[in-house]
C-alpha cells in the first residue's frame, strides 16, 4: 500500500505514508476495506459481526421513590459462567438513572404521568450477553456503495435466562414492578468482529499483531479484529490492544 485517497472541502487529497493504521469502527473499517479492495483475500472483511444481544431492565417499587440523578456505576458478574451446561449468560449493569423524557419515544402511548411516576421510583439495568460470530452476520456494500448491516441475534437462550434471574433476583429484592426490552440492530454501540485476527490468512483479515496478512505496512486497530465478543463494554480492550500492536506499527 503506497497512498490512501480521501475528500476534504470537496476536494480530493492524496495521503502518502510508509505505514496505515485503519481504526473506523468495525463496521466502517469494514466498508472502508470493501472499498479499497484492501486485504480481503480470505473473503472475511465484513462477515462475523458482532453487536451484542442487550435488554433494557427497569424495576419499579410504587412505594419507594429513587431521588438518585447521578447515581453510582455498578456492575455484576454473577451469572457469567452458568452451571448446569449452560453457556455464558452474561453482564449486568447499571443503565443510567433513567428520566421521563428518556422513555418517552421508547413508550409514546404511555401516558407521561404514570411515565413521570415509574421513572422517579425505577432501577435501571442494562444486562449484555454475547452473540456468536457468524458469516452470514456481515457489513456489505449496495451497488451504490451505501453500507447495509445484516444481523440476525444469535445465542438468545442464554440471554433469555440472563433477563429471567434479574428479574427474579430484584423481585426477591423488593421490586415487584418489572419492564424489559431487548434492543435490536439500533442497538449498535459495540461492534465488532468484522475483520478478524488469526494466523491462518486463509480465514482471518489481520495477524495477531494487527498486520493485515496481504499487505506489510497495513494495520487494524479497533474492535473489528476481535474473534468473540465477551459481554462487556469493549472500549478498554480496544485501548489495550492498541497499545498491543502499536510496537509493531512504530517498527
Request: glycine share 8%.
Amino acid at each position: 500500500m503506497t497512498h490512501a485517497v480521501a475528500t476534504r472541502d470537496g476536494k480530493e487529497l492524496t495521503i502518502r505514508a510508509e505505514r496505515f493504521v485503519v481504526a473506523c469502527g468495525a463496521v466502517n473499517t469494514a466498508a472502508l476495506l470493501l472499498r479499497s479492495g484492501l486485504a480481503n483475500g480470505s473473503g472475511r472483511v465484513g462477515r462475523n459481526y458482532m453487536v451484542h444481544n442487550s435488554t433494557f431492565l427497569v424495576a419499579a417499587d410504587p412505594a419507594r421513590r429513587n431521588r438518585a440523578v447521578f447515581q453510582k456505576t455498578l456492575g455484576l458478574n454473577d451469572w457469567y459462567l452458568a452451571k448446569n451446561g449452560r453457556p455464558p449468560l452474561g453482564n449486568v449493569q447499571m443503565l443510567g438513572k433513567l428520566q421521563e423524557p428518556m422513555v418517552r419515544a421508547a413508550r409514546p402511548n404511555v401516558p407521561a404521568a404514570l411515565r413521570r411516576f415509574v421513572t422517579r421510583r425505577s432501577l435501571d439495568l442494562y444486562l449484555t450477553s454475547e452473540d456468536l460470530p457468524t458469516p452470514d452476520n456481515r457489513v456489505v456494500l449496495d451497488a451504490a456503495g451505501r453500507i447495509t448491516v445484516h444481523w440476525r441475534p444469535n445465542n438468545l437462550g442464554a440471554h433469555r435466562e440472563l433477563v429471567r434471574r434479574t428479574t427474579r433476583s430484584l423481585r426477591a429484592a423488593g421490586y415487584p414492578l418489572v419492564f424489559t426490552r431487548r434492543m435490536g440492530i439500533e442497538t449498535n454501540s459495540h461492534q465488532c468482529g468484522t475483520a478478524v485476527m488469526g494466523t491462518d490468512p486463509a480465514t482471518s483479515v489481520v495477524d495477531p499483531a494487527g498486520r493485515t496478512h496481504e499487505h506489510d505496512n497495513l494495520w487494524v486497530a479497533d474492535a473489528s479484529v476481535f474473534c468473540s465478543s465477551a459481554a462487556v463494554n469493549p472500549a478498554l480492550t480496544i485501548a489495550a490492544n492498541a497499545f498491543r500492536i502499536s510496537g509493531g506499527v512504530l517498527g
